[in-house]
């Protein structure tokens, strides 16, 4: 008999069609209690788990009894307790290389628009208000030449560096929990401390994960070190930003602009006074968001659910220890 997952994300057909080769699979549209309650025996039958975004807590593990892999069609993973997880030896699989050029290209556009103002002056030309030729109030920055700061040397990181160094000439220092040989020979960075990344960096670049450690890593007394012109942009995680302490530092002029793909609350809601600053880049969550890297990362997450329940975990296993 074929193993029972529960499955919370749409999939391309194709790729739910592997999946049933392998599974008896139950779709659901989320995680919520009352969508477990509903189809209560599926999940107390299921052994793997597929999906992304919805968060998988002990509550929802006590009502998974057989469950042995989850598999997320995401690289960060803090919407999975991984302690609750480890307790009960269910393994845990990412996408973690499928995804890492694409969300990089995200992080440039967020430097490119917020330093040449593209949003704002594109809206400015749909409104026509491009009546004649244009003066100093529709300038930018450049970005080729100044200094990035990376925090968060990962594989995005990295990524980011490359397009940096080879595209924009721009000198990179970056902060990480380790200094990376790779970053330092082939993108020339220097490896600082937060504070001195803070003070010197024309463009401040987020891309860590959410843990205990990054929550509001970045507050009032960070953005009080950066530049009065410092671009400050964020594609991690939004609570790594305290986010009262950015729109008091843009309304105030601590910071000249901020490019964001990621908020504490998401959807960011309507009223949110960053959406009323003509030098905030607001993105839905866009990083990884494009058709062919999104199918890479579905697909990748269906085999890596595939290998857990096999027990194989030689890549995109968080958790091979549990195994
Ligand atoms: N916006 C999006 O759509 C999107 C897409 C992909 C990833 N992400 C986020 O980006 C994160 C990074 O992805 P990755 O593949 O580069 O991960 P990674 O594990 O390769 O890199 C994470 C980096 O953060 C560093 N780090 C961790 N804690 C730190 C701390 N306290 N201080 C300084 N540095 C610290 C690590 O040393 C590492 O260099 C993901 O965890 C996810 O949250 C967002
Ligand atoms: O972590 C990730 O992969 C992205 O944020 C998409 O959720």
Request: hydrophobic share 40%; proline share 5%; aromatic share 6%.
């Amino acid at each position: 008999m074929k193993p029972s997952v529960i499955l919370y994300k749409a999939l391309p057909d194709d790729l739910q069609k592997r999946l049933e080769e392998h599974f008896t699979v139950t779709q659901v549209k989320n995680l919520s209690p009352d969508t477990v309650a509903q189809h209560a025996d599926a999940f107390a039958r299921a052994e793997g788990l597929l999906g992304s975004s919805e968060k998988v807590d002990s509550a929802l593990l006590e009502k998974m009894p057989k469950l042995r892999a989850t598999s997320t069609i995401s690289v960060g993973y803090d919407n999975f307790d991984v302690e609750a997880l480890n307790a009960r030896k269910v393994l845990l699989m990412h996408t973690p290389t499928a995804l890492t050029e694409t969300v990089a290209d995200t992080l440039m556009a967020l430097v490119l628009s917020t330093a040449r103002r593209v949003v704002e002056v594109a809206e400015r030309v749909k409104a026509g208000e491009w009546t004649k030729s244009i003066g100093p109030d529709w300038f930018g920055v450049d970005v080729h030449g100044k200094t990035l700061g990376i925090v968060g040397m990962g594989r995005i990181g990295l990524a980011l560096a490359q397009r940096a160094h080879f595209g924009f000439n721009m000198p990179i220092l970056y902060n990480a929990r380790r200094q990376h040989k790779e970053a330092e020979e082939r993108f020339n960075g220097r490896y600082c401390d937060l504070d001195t990344l803070l003070q010197e960096a024309d463009y401040v670049c987020l891309i860590l994960p959410l843990t205990d450690e990054t929550h509001h890593l970045i507050g009032k007394a960070e953005f009080a070190k950066m530049k009065k012109s410092a671009i400050f942009i964020n594609a991690g995680r939004g609570p790594v930003v305290d986010e009262k302490a950015l729109i008091a530092a843009l309304q105030n002029g601590e910071i000249h602009a901020a490019g964001l793909d990621v908020f504490e609350q998401e959807p960011l809601p309507v009223d949110s006074p960053l959406l009323t600053l003509p030098n905030v880049v607001a993105l839905p969550h866009i990083g990884s968001a494009t058709h062919e890297t999104r199918y890479s990362m579905a697909s990748t997450a269906v085999d890596n659910l595939i290998d857990a329940l096999n027990g194989k975990v030689e890549k995109n296993c968080v958790n091979p220890q549990v195994k």
